[in-house]
């Protein structure tokens, strides 16, 4: 069993940044691959990010502005966000799976609890 725990999100003024952390206990964090979705109320939860071995994936709507990366000697995946606009409101979440089927929801198989991120317009 694995657990997430995500960390860093907050109140930020549109065209800051922020850097989410999601710290992994509990397995083999190296072998799994790491994703990040977010979730607005009312809609559905959607794919923000991955990272598997070198290989990074990104939503067309952050491509440019955020910026996903891993330490795994720390058993953390980052998301770094820049140039931030109001629709990135969301609560951001974390989650690990151990195929790489990254863009696909339900093919994760642990999930963090969640972080708010609110971009002030």
């Known amino acids: 069993q694995v657990q997430l725990v995500e960390s860093g999100g907050g109140l930020v003024q549109a065209g800051g940044s922020l850097r989410l952390s999601c710290a992994a206990s509990g397995g083999t964090f190296s072998s799994y691959a790491m994703g990040w979705f977010r979730q607005t109320p009312g809609k559905e939860r959607e794919f923000v990010a991955a990272?598997?071995?070198?290989?990074?994936r990104y939503a067309e709507f952050v491509k440019g502005r955020f910026t996903i990366s891993r330490d795994n000697t720390k058993s953390t995946v980052y998301l770094q966000m820049n140039s931030l606009k109001p629709e990135d409101t969301a609560v951001y979440y974390c989650a690990a799976q151990r195929g790489n089927d990254v863009y696909t929801e339900g093919r994760y198989d642990f999930w963090g609890q969640g972080t708010q991120v609110t971009v002030s317009s």
């Open positions: 990272i598997y071995w070198t290989i990074r």
